[in-house]
């Protein structure tokens, strides 16, 4: 069964806590249990990973090298600022699908520019929870 990299940036672990506002009630092990349905029903296998820390996501991505078909990834704050994490993702070969819940286009200013959209076959931003659905939904269309 070919396997999915669900990775999850800083703060993310904060979620149905942290600006409910902007980015819902819903918590980080709600959206894991949602894709891990979806994931089932698509026959597809997804680990999930989530760090406050650069360097563990690099880490996680440079391990995954020939284990999984591909990457969704919400970087979240690391998203306008990590060259690492986006030459980690270039080093790899695999697709990766950029997820943002809330649309980073309607945020401030400095929210506006992805490092790792470059590197990604596409952005999904704004959309909830729903964006990392679409995004597994579309990953396993490309197998």
Do not use: C, W
Not at 2 to 8: E, Q
Not at 37 to 55: P, R, Y
Not at 102 to 114: D, G, L, M, P, V
Request: aromatic letters at 6%; a neutral charge.
């Amino acid at each position: 069964m070919k396997k999915i990299l669900v990775l999850n940036g800083p703060n993310i672990n904060m979620l149905g806590i942290r600006e409910p506002a902007v980015y819902g009630n819903i918590t980080l092990a709600e959206i894991e249990k949602s894709l891990s349905s979806l994931a089932k029903e698509l026959k597809v296998e997804v680990e999930f990973f989530q760090s406050n820390h650069e360097g563990k996501i690099v880490d996680k991505i440079q391990d995954s090298i020939n284990k999984i078909f591909g990457i969704i990834i919400n970087p979240a704050a690391l998203t306008h600022t990590s060259i690492t994490i986006r030459d980690a993702l270039s080093s790899i070969s695999v697709p990766t699908i950029e997820v943002h819940i809330s649309n980073i286009y309607a945020r401030e200013e400095f929210r506006h520019k992805s490092y790792i959209a470059a590197e990604a076959i596409g952005q999904i931003a704004g959309l909830g929870i729903d964006g990392y659905l679409f995004a597994l939904r579309k990953m396993v269309s490309l197998m």
